[in-house]
């Protein structure tokens, strides 16, 4: 997937998952554990983008989550920029991407992306924050699953 249809697809994803996470991501918090629409959005699309594309999203994805956080800008720019950048680099790994993988990739990305804000910005709580960065990473895991099924299926479609 290249030039503007790319450019499209990840413009509207990111600016959807923006959306979502402002609005809606609070409403779906169990236990403590709320999905990261962006870092779903970021994680899905660098899995089927090279590393500089990849770098690129994840840094509008770090200025998108943190113009809806209101706070911490270079924490969510810098790892989210940083992840794109290296699942970005699993694509150039010539392996076979699939749903499975893109469950662990979400998933070992949220605790990733999660401990190294915390490192960068450190809370009082940490416990209740390991413990509610557990839970995201399932939920993000599960979530990126049917994204990437159908951005692979977008991507791989034959031209006409």
Same mark, same amino acid.
């Given at each position: 997937m290249k030039g503007a249809k790319l450019g499209f /697809? $990840?413009?509207? #994803? #990111?600016w959807f998952g923006g959306g979502? =996470? =402002? !609005?809606? $991501? !609070?409403?779906? *918090?169990? &236990?403590?554990? $709320?999905p990261d629409?962006?870092?779903?959005? /970021?994680?899905t699309l660098a899995l089927v983008v090279n590393r500089r594309t990849g770098s690129? /999203?994840?840094?509008?994805?770090?200025?998108i989550q943190g113009a809806v956080a209101g706070?911490?800008? &270079?924490?969510?720019? %810098?790892?989210?920029? %940083? @992840?794109g950048f290296l699942?970005?680099? +699993?694509?150039? +790994?010539?392996?076979?991407g699939n749903i499975a993988v893109a469950f662990v990739v979400a998933a070992g990305s949220t605790? %990733? &992306? =999660? +401990?190294?804000?915390? @490192?960068? *910005?450190?809370?009082?709580? /940490?416990?209740?924050? #390991?413990?509610a960065t557990i839970g995201s990473a399932m939920y993000n895991g599960v979530l990126a699953m049917p994204?990437? $099924?159908?951005?692979k299926r977008v991507s791989d479609s034959p031209r006409r």
């Open positions: /697809i $990840a413009f509207f #994803l #990111l979502c =996470q =402002q !609005s809606v $991501a !609070s409403q779906f *918090s169990i &236990a403590g554990a $709320a629409y962006l870092l779903v959005v /970021i994680v690129i /999203i994840g840094f509008f994805g770090g200025v706070g911490h800008m &270079a924490t969510y720019v %810098i790892t989210r920029t %940083i @992840l699942i970005g680099w +699993l694509t150039g +790994l010539e392996f076979e605790c %990733i &992306a =999660q +401990l190294t804000f915390l @490192l960068m *910005s450190p809370r009082g709580a /940490i416990l209740p924050f #390991l413990l994204l990437y $099924a159908l951005l």
